[in-house]
C-alpha cells in the first residue's frame, strides 16, 4: 500500500474545498504546519474514495463530514486523529476512546442561530398562506399572524454555543426567552443570570415557540442521551399552536410525531433544517426510493407541505451552516486544528472528545 497523503480532507464541496486550500497554503507560509505537507482536497466521501483507490492507505489524521463511514482497520493501531467538519459529533462520539476527535463548534454559531430566527419569523407570520394569497390579493380569508411580544414565550433546548447565541438573538427580537439544558448548574456558573432555566416539563407546556438547539446524543448509558427526546408524547402536552424549529439533528424530534401533532392542529407551525436518518431520506428522495419507516414517510409528507405551501411548514436540506462566513470559518477553524496537532506532536487536538463530563 502507498501513503501519498500526510491528510486528506473528505467531502469537501464547493466554496469549502477552495477556502480549505486557501488556508492550507497561508498556514504553511506562515510556517504553522510542514511546507511540504501532502494534502488532497477531495469532494467523495472516504468510502468512495478507498473504493476508488483500494490501494491509498489513509494519512494518521483526516478530516471528514458526516457521510464518511471508518473502516475498522482504520482504527486498529497507533491512534488515529480525526477532524470532523460539523458542530455536530454523534457520528463519531462511540468512538472517542480509540480514536483522537475534534468537531469545529463555532464556525456555524451565527448562521445557524440566524436560521433558527429565520424560520421564527416565517412560521409566526404565516409566511406560505400570506405569499399564496399575495397572487390573488386576497385579503378576506386570511388567517392573523402570531404577533411577537414580550407576552410570548420561547424556549431554546440546549444553551451550547449555538443554543446561546440563539437565545440572545430571539431575546434582542423583543420576546420572553427560557431555557433547558441538562447542564443548567455548570451553565449558570458561565453566565450567571443571563439564562432564565426551567425544567423541560414547565417549557413543554408553556411555550408558544420551542427550537431545538442540542447536539445529538446517541449513547443509551450516556446522562446526555436525547434521540426521540421531542417524542409525540411529550410535545402532546403543549399549548395549541405552538411553533416547533428544529436546527441541529432529526433524530431529536422525530417526524411523524411532529406530523400527527400538526395535523391535530396542536402544532401551528414547524420549521425544520434537520431530518433523521438523513442519508436514507436523501437517498430516497434522489432515487425514488420507497421507505416504510414512519418517519421517512412523515418528513417526505412535511417536505410536499412545504413544497406546495399548503401548511405553515419550512423546510431546508440542513443549509442553516452554509453562510458565507460560516463556510470561509468553517476551514479556517479546521486548518486551526490541524495546527493545534502539529504543536501537540501529533498526540491530539487542544479541544476533543469527550466534551462534556457525564457527571457535570
Not at 108 to 117: E, K, L, M, P, R
Amino acid at each position: 500500500m502507498s501513503k501519498n497523503y500526510d491528510i486528506i480532507h473528505f467531502e469537501a464541496l464547493g466554496e469549502e474545498a477552495k477556502h480549505l486550500v486557501d488556508e492550507t497554503k497561508a498556514a504553511q507560509e506562515c510556517n504553522l504546519i510542514p511546507k511540504d505537507l501532502r494534502y488532497l482536497v477531495i469532494p467523495q466521501t472516504l468510502q468512495e474514495f478507498l473504493k476508488q483507490n483500494p490501494d491509498e492507505e489513509l494519512p494518521e489524521i483526516i478530516s471528514i463530514k458526516t457521510h464518511s463511514v471508518l473502516p475498522a482497520s482504520y482504527l486498529s493501531g497507533k491512534k488515529k486523529n480525526i477532524i470532523t467538519r460539523s458542530a455536530g459529533y454523534d457520528h463519531l462520539e462511540a468512538l472517542c476512546n480509540v480514536a483522537n476527535i475534534t468537531s469545529l463548534r463555532n464556525y456555524c454559531v451565527n448562521s445557524v442561530a440566524q436560521t433558527a430566527v429565520k424560520f421564527m419569523y416565517a412560521a409566526a407570520g404565516l409566511l406560505n398562506q400570506y405569499t399564496v394569497n399575495a397572487a390573488t390579493f386576497e385579503r378576506n380569508m386570511t388567517a392573523s399572524f402570531m404577533e411577537l411580544t414580550s407576552d410570548r414565550i420561547a424556549t431554546i433546548f440546549g444553551i451550547g454555543k449555538i443554543g446561546k447565541r440563539t437565545y440572545d438573538l430571539i431575546e434582542a427580537n423583543g420576546l420572553s426567552v427560557q431555557a433547558v439544558d441538562i447542564r443548567e448548574n455548570e451553565l449558570k456558573g458561565i453566565y450567571g443570570n443571563s439564562i432564565n432555566f426551567v425544567s423541560k416539563e414547565k417549557a413543554i407546556k408553556n411555550s408558544d415557540i420551542i427550537i431545538n438547539a442540542m447536539n445529538l446524543t446517541r449513547l443509551p448509558d450516556s446522562i446526555f442521551y436525547n434521540e426521540n427526546y421531542f417524542s409525540e408524547e411529550i410535545l402532546r402536552q403543549c399549548k395549541k399552536g405552538l411553533i416547533f424549529i428544529n436546527v441541529t439533528r432529526g433524530e431529536i424530534a422525530p417526524e411523524a410525531g411532529l406530523l400527527h401533532l400538526y395535523q391535530e392542529g396542536l402544532i401551528g407551525g414547524i420549521g425544520l433544517d434537520v431530518f433523521t436518518a438523513e442519508n436514507d431520506f436523501s437517498q430516497s428522495l434522489r432515487n425514488h426510493k420507497a421507505y416504510s419507516d414512519e418517519n421517512l414517510l412523515a418528513a417526505k409528507r412535511l417536505l410536499e407541505m412545504a413544497e406546495n405551501r399548503t401548511a405553515n411548514i419550512y423546510v431546508q436540506p440542513h443549509q442553516a451552516f452554509n453562510s458565507d462566513l460560516a463556510a470561509a470559518a468553517k476551514a479556517s477553524d479546521t486548518i486551526k486544528r490541524m495546527i493545534g496537532w502539529f504543536k501537540r506532536g501529533k498526540t491530539g487536538f487542544d479541544e476533543q472528545l469527550p466534551y462534556y463530563s457525564e457527571t457535570g
